[in-house]
């Protein structure tokens, strides 16, 4: 059993990479899929809930419909939960706005569903959810019981499809917070024992900063839990924090790659690369595995990382400085006391089934290499 999570960025941009994947996987293993609305449509849909204004209504009806008819689906199927976007229940307005957010989610569930042959399971007939609306938490024993809607689906032979980002708090919908569709994937695979849950995005794994910002920023083979779980608390995007909490907790391994021809670049488990990682919020900057001096005084640190007090536009400029440092072409990555050179880019092929030795997965994916091997 496998879990895989497509993003907003690949519901939007990749959306047939990501069909083909899964078309192509669910003939040899079982696939289980978890989906986020399209990118961008979350926050018009904060704007609906703030305002109830319904022109923002149409603006994310409309995209949705574009959307099925971009990729050759009947848009049709979308009516019945578009309908619910303009008949709203009465509730109140911590309850109301989380049931306006998980729209995203779910019509996107209804297009990749129609776009597999698969069924849509809705996350909030699948997770028990405990605290508050906006940011819930998953109860993960209470929720082992609803696993049977999954395993009935593939019985049948549909592959589940379940909108993330929600669960089910006194009988109402709760959303888990921005990033939740990570969270409720890694759930997804604790609740079905899988193998490995997959997060596939726009980049091709994790980075040692956010790529979009950092041209120089290098791809990190292997993340370990605490570090990820220490960077997605101080701005890492690529997985919510709740997410690497649960996944250290059930010792659960997650692998992170892009959309668009299926690249696999990033591995999270007990080991690690030791490579740096660096991240920020709008007044925090954490750097882990960085032993540079920056010219500030930490105001938190532990035996491998550093956290910072400082403006965000200051943290840019931090680790701009620190990568051109780094990972200057002159220098040897030596330093870091890894046996690791970098030399030019290149992809290798990879199976996934020498990930696991449980499934022989015919299918392959492809990671960015550059001559790496992780220590620990």
């Not at 703030?50 to 409309?62: E, F, G, H, T």
């Amino acid at each position: 059993m496998i879990v895989f999570k497509f993003g907003g960025s690949s519901m939007r941009l990749d959306f047939q990479d990501a069909v083909s994947l899964i078309t192509n996987l669910f003939e040899e293993s079982e696939v289980v899929v978890v989906v986020s609305a399209l990118k961008g449509v979350t926050d018009d849909l904060i704007r609906y809930a703030d305002s109830l204004n319904q022109d923002l209504a149409v603006k994310v009806a409309s995209e949705y419909i574009y959307h099925a008819k971009l990729n050759g689906i009947d848009p049709s199927v979308l009516k019945p939960y578009i309908d619910r976007l303009f008949t709203l229940p009465d509730l109140e307005y911590p309850a109301l706005r989380d049931y306006i957010l998980s729209m995203g989610e779910l019509l996107s569930a209804v297009l990749f569903a129609s776009a597999v042959g698969g069924k849509v399971i809705p996350g909030e007939e699948i997770f028990i959810g405990r605290g508050e609306f906006g940011d819930a938490f998953i109860d993960i024993e209470k929720s082992r019981r609803n696993t049977k809607l999954i395993y009935e689906a593939l019985e049948n032979g549909f592959v589940p499809v379940v909108p993330g980002f929600v669960a089910n708090l006194d009988g109402r919908i709760a959303t888990l917070g921005r990033g939740g569709s990570d969270y409720s994937a890694v759930a997804l695979g604790v609740l079905l024992d899988s193998e490995f849950v997959v997060i596939m995005s726009d980049v091709d794994g994790i980075y040692t900063a956010d790529p979009r910002i950092i041209p120089m920023a290098k791809l990190i083979p292997y993340l370990s839990y605490d570090e990820a779980l220490l960077a997605s608390r101080y701005g890492m995007r690529a997985i919510q924090w709740k997410a690497s909490k649960l996944a250290k907790d059930f010792k659960l391994t997650v692998l992170f790659g892009r959309t668009r021809n299926w690249r696999m670049g990033t591995v999270l488990s007990e080991r690690s690369s030791g490579m740096p990682l660096m991240t920020f919020t709008k007044d925090r900057l954490l750097l882990i595995n960085v032993t540079e001096d920056i010219g500030y005084d930490p105001i938190e640190e532990g035996p491998y990382w550093k956290l910072y007090a400082l403006s965000e536009s200051e943290a840019l400029k931090v680790v701009r400085e620190l990568h051109k440092r780094i990972f200057s072409p002159t220098q040897s990555i030596f330093q870091f006391g890894l046996d690791i050179q970098w030399k030019s880019e290149h992809y290798q092929q990879v199976s996934i089934k020498n990930l696991s030795q449980k499934r022989n997965i015919i299918r392959k994916f492809y990671y960015e290499e550059e001559n790496l091997e992780p220590s620990g």
